[in-house]
């Protein structure tokens, strides 16, 4: 059979962008147009007549041409889009994406093929798919960022709520102590004991608003410290006289191990013992009643190493290493019955790196207490110290039982309550507060509801599941003031809810109107 008949080879056909040939039955090429001969770098008197469709493809190629192209174009008269390599004049491989058309004839059937280069489609799919990868990174990284931001949102959200908590625990003593001097102006024993109130809570509300200013001041590094030789021993025996009537009113045990020869760092005085102090105060926030809570020095390569042990509530295995970031929190609000901000161990972390140290915390999980290491730089000259072992102990006028930890809040609201008639009992735990109702049986009770051993909230759903407990007037007193919260209390089982601070007025007429019903 010879060179099948070619089509009109006009210059458009001859010029056309992309490669066009024809082949016989056997595979000899009929025609070629000049964009396939130059493609390949061929004449056109070179393959026409005299070389066949497969000799232009390499091995592999040609058992394909031969056991799937010819037969799907025997089945189906027609080929699309199959990416072949051919074989360049110079040997190189060329990667074409061919189409190609059976036609009968008078002299037998006649393969109509169309090429196109595919060198710029491999690129294009490489960059594509190399931009898909980066937009999938992008989309992965943007997710993973939202997260954060959501996590980040969700513990902002919680501070500005424990905040305001904070900040009410010390307003509401200062509102009861008003409105008792109105009451009663004359009576000079009141006065003192209203000084002695309000001073107590000015120092801790002074003492709130100064770690958010130095927390502040370090994150902006506006927080200078005042370097001297400063003796490590000194500065952890300030830190435990400190924590001490804490750690005592606790009926907890702190043991300490101190260096017996000084060992001196190059730092400010006030600020390491800040860093003590926070870290003992935190070991007895965070340890129950009776637990033991320890400080050693020691030197490890150089350093001075000081960790403060305990036996308390200890951390979860995920929140170690989030435990010093800032607004940080162990648990929900409701449970950090002692109160916080979760800033004093961010504290901690940004004092002892300006003095370019470090510190850690490592525990056993929850309920198997915690240790807090700090790290700091010896200054030059200083003594390598062996540590010895010493130990320190550590309306219609009704019946009203107070539940509430925050001692002069529950003191002042006595105070005005005895004034305004009412015959009132105080305790400070959930537990006492159980056995005061059952036993003193009142009209009323004024509940907190972050309590240190079990919270308001199931402290009144003991009591509504007694008998004796189910007509008693049950009101929720707490700095916590949400709708969710007044909900919450509702639900407990609560008869009303005020937050701190209380307007006694307000207070003696709901008790009133209550116990009406």
């Not at 232009?56 to 390599?85: C, K």
């Not at 990284?141 to 500005?160: P, S, T």
């Not at 952890?236 to 001490?244: D, K, Q, W």
């Not at 702190?254 to 870290?279: A, K, Y």
Request: glycine share 8%.
């Amino acid at each position: 059979m010879g060179v099948p008949a070619g089509p009109d080879e006009s210059a458009a056909w001859l010029r056309a962008p992309c490669g066009l040939l024809t082949a016989a039955a056997n595979g000899l090429i009929g025609h070629a147009n000049d964009t396939f001969c130059n493609w390949l770098g061929y004449r056109r008197e070179e393959l026409e007549g005299r070389k066949k469709f497969a000799d232009l493809l390499p091995m592999g190629a040609r058992l394909f041409h031969q056991t799937h192209w010819q037969p799907l174009l025997q089945m189906q008269g027609s080929i699309a889009e199959v990416q072949l390599d051919l074989i360049h004049s110079d040997g190189r491989r060329v990667p074409m994406l061919l189409n190609a058309i059976r036609r009968d004839g008078p002299e037998g059937f006649t393969d109509e093929i169309g090429a196109m280069v595919a060198t710029d489609r491999k690129k294009y799919e490489r960059e594509l798919l190399a931009a898909r990868q980066r937009a999938e990174t992008a989309e992965a990284g943007q997710r993973v960022l939202n997260e954060e931001l959501a996590r980040e949102h969700r513990r902002k959200d919680e501070f500005i709520a424990t905040l305001a908590h904070e900040l009410r625990n010390p307003l509401a003593p200062f509102a009861n102590v008003l409105e008792v001097l109105r009451l009663r102006p004359d009576d000079a024993t009141l006065w003192r004991r209203a000084y002695d109130v309000l001073e107590r809570q000015l120092g801790q509300l002074t003492h709130l608003v100064d770690d958010l200013l130095e927390v502040s001041r370090i994150t902006q590094g506006k927080l200078v410290l005042r370097r001297e030789h400063v003796e490590l021993g000194d500065v952890l025996t300030s830190a435990a006289e400190s924590a001490l009537p804490a750690i005592r009113k606790a009926r907890q045990t702190l043991t300490t191990s101190m260096p017996p020869v000084p060992l001196t760092i190059d730092g400010d005085r006030t600020r390491l013992t800040q860093i003590f102090c926070n870290l003992l105060n935190n070991a007895c926030k965070f340890t129950p009643e009776g637990g033991s809570i320890g400080l050693a020095a020691s030197v490890v390569d150089g350093t001075a190493v000081v960790e403060v042990s305990d036996t308390g509530a200890g951390i979860p295995p995920e929140q170690v290493e989030r435990i010093f970031d800032m607004f940080s929190q162990l648990h929900p609000p409701l449970a950090r019955a002692t109160g916080g901000l979760g800033i004093g161990l961010a504290l901690v972390k940004g004092l002892t790196t300006l003095h370019g140290g470090t510190v850690t915390a490592r525990s056993a999980g929850l309920g198997h207490g915690s240790v807090f290491q700090v790290t700091l730089p010896l200054a030059q000259g200083a003594a390598v110290a062996t540590p010895a072992v010493t130990r320190l102990e550590s309306v219609r006028k009704s019946r009203v039982v107070i539940v509430d930890d925050n001692v002069d809040a529950a003191e002042t609201l006595v105070m005005a309550l005895d004034m305004l008639g009412h015959t009132v009992q105080c305790v400070h735990t959930g537990l006492d507060g159980l056995r005061a109702l059952e036993q003193v049986a009142p009209d009323c009770a004024l509940i907190d509801i972050g309590l240190p051993d079990i919270d308001g909230y199931e402290l009144v759903r003991r009591v509504r599941a007694t008998p004796w407990g189910r007509d008693i007037v049950l009101i929720a007193v707490t700095g916590w003031g949400q709708d969710s919260d007044r909900q919450a209390a509702m639900q407990a089982g609560f008869d009303a809810h005020f937050t701190k601070p209380i307007d006694f007025t307000k207070l003696d007429v709901a008790i009133s109107e209550l116990l009406r019903r």
